[in-house]
C-alpha cells in the first residue's frame, strides 16, 4: 500500500524547522504457518520502504517567517536534508509511523 505522511522535522541545527510529506511502499506482515510440520512458514513482519520526501515548508526561526515551496534551487537541497534526517530516523521512529497511518487508512476505509 502507498501512502504519505505529513510530519515536521525539528531540530536540524539552524533553529527552524521543515514540513515535509513522506511518501512510503507498506505491506502487511503474513502469519506463521505450522501445518504441515514439514512446510512450516516462520512467517514475515510488517514492513514499509521510504520512497521519496518532499519539502512543503521551511518554518525559519520558529514563530518569525515561514517559507511556502517556490521554484529555486534552494527546495531541491531542503529536500535533500530531510531525506537524509528521515533516512537515519527511519527504523527508530518514521517506519513505525508509516505503518501506523498505514493500517489507520486502511480502517477508514472500512467504515
Known amino acids: 500500500m502507498r501512502g504519505t505522511l505529513g510530519a515536521t522535522l525539528e531540530d536540524l541545527g539552524?533553529?527552524?524547522s521543515l514540513d515535509v510529506e513522506i511518501e512510503y511502499d507498506a505491506w502487511k506482515g503474513e502469519p506463521m504457518i505450522m501445518n504441515p510440520p514439514d512446510?512450516?512458514?516462520?512467517?514475515?513482519?510488517?514492513?514499509a520502504e521510504l520512497l521519496s520526501?518532499?519539502?512543503?515548508?521551511?518554518?525559519v526561526a520558529p514563530g518569525d517567517n515561514t517559507r511556502y515551496r517556490e521554484p529555486h534551487w534552494l527546495w531541491?537541497?531542503?529536500?535533500?536534508?530531510a531525506t537524509a534526517e528521515v533516512e537515519r530516523l527511519?527504523?527508530?521512529i518514521y517506519e513505525y509511523y508509516c505503518l501506523e497511518h498505514a493500517a489507520?487508512?486502511?480502517n477508514q476505509g472500512r467504515d
Do not use: H, M, N
Open 53 to 59: 520526501v518532499y519539502v512543503l515548508c521551511w518554518d
Open 39 to 47: 512446510k512450516a512458514y516462520p512467517g514475515s513482519d510488517p514492513g
Open 76 to 81: 531541491e537541497v531542503l529536500d535533500q536534508i
Open 104 to 106: 489507520e487508512t486502511i
Open 14 to 16: 539552524f533553529w527552524s
Open 90 to 92: 527511519w527504523d527508530a
